[in-house]
């Protein structure tokens, strides 16, 4: 039809200019690149168009919770080389080595201010690491599951892992997959970290596609002087998910 208009998945500069040019902006993350979900929604919000979202879960996803058993049961994880090993064993999605790409400008780091990082533990927590490891935060605050899931209890260990090999990490424990949450424990730490302690306010994308839109509608309306996207120097496509679940549908406003 006349209206649809196709660009490649990840032209975001093409996106972008076609978004100016419309009233409302429907973004399906099914599929969808999380630097282009993040900068989809940051730009529609600052250029205030009507903006919804529609988020399609999966049946299942990687690492599969019965892999993950079998190495939790089999396997003493008290420590990062062992705890590296085990995620080896494990079908991610994930290949090669990792890199950090910027997703915002910078305007708003002030390098003479301390810096604070607010990350996602995920199963894939191969992704937060490499983040950690760039160079040394003032504060490192880490949102981890609470939840008894063979996939919860990985996140759980990565979390616990990363305090002990970390300077000034903090777990804040509580249920991730609600949108709702993790923008009050977002609006929490920048009230703590950047409002009161004036540091610099970075967010990482290592969780959801969902997390990502959490993260893109935050940045949008608060002073986050950079926002990093892990990514690996491959994708495996056939371990990201099984079947399909639920849809959702936001509006974002």
Request: hydrophobic letters at 35%.
């Amino acid at each position: 039809t006349s209206n649809v208009i196709v660009v490649k998945f990840d032209d975001i500069t093409s996106i972008t200019t076609k978004i100016k040019h419309s009233d409302t902006v429907l973004i399906d993350t099914t599929g969808l690149y999380k630097p282009i979900i993040f900068e989809v929604i940051r730009h529609s919000i600052l250029e205030n168009k009507k903006l919804a979202v529609v988020h399609t879960s999966a049946e299942d996803y990687y690492p599969l919770n019965s892999d993950i058993k079998k190495l939790i049961d089999t396997q003493k994880v008290d420590d990062a080389t062992r705890f590296a090993g085990l995620m080896r064993w494990l079908d991610t999605g994930d290949e090669g080595a990792y890199c950090q790409i910027k997703l915002l400008n910078g305007a708003d780091y002030d390098p003479i201010r301390p810096t604070t990082i607010v990350g996602i533990v995920s199963p894939k927590n191969q992704r937060i690491f490499p983040i950690l490891d760039k160079k040394e935060y003032e504060s490192i605050h880490l949102f981890v599951p609470n939840g008894k899931s063979p996939r919860d209890i990985l996140s759980q260990t990565a979390g616990n892992i990363a305090i002990t090999n970390y300077s000034s990490v903090r777990l804040a424990q509580f249920d991730t997959k609600d949108p709702k949450k993790v923008l009050k424990e977002l609006s929490k730490c920048y009230t703590e970290m950047y409002i009161d302690k004036s540091s610099n306010f970075e967010l990482s994308l290592t969780g959801s596609k969902m997390q990502a839109v959490v993260a893109a509608v935050f940045s949008s309306v608060c002073k986050v002087s950079q926002c990093w996207y892990v990514k690996p120097s491959k994708f495996d496509a056939k371990h990201f998910t099984k079947g399909v679940g639920k849809t959702n549908w936001y509006t974002i406003q």
